[in-house]
């Protein structure tokens, strides 16, 4: 089955056009789905989707949010 095919995904996306608003209130953004119960985001790369988490968990491996 594939990783992302939940009912409920959230992708974060900013301006490629305007590199000083690349991760413009990502923390902000962040924050909110958290409080909504989502311990992911989604990442597109070549129409295919990766989950990463929000807060990184060692014990699994992750190491970036």
Known sequence: SDVCSSDLL???????HHPDKLGYRY???AKIAE????????????????????????EKGDTTA
Not at 10 to 16: A, E, K, P, V
């Open 27 to 29: 923390a902000e953004a």
């Open 10 to 16: 959230l992708s974060i996306g900013s301006d490629g």
């Open 35 to 58: 409080e909504r119960g989502l311990d992911h985001l989604c990442t597109w790369n070549k129409r295919e989707c990766t989950l990463v988490p929000l807060k990184p968990n060692p």
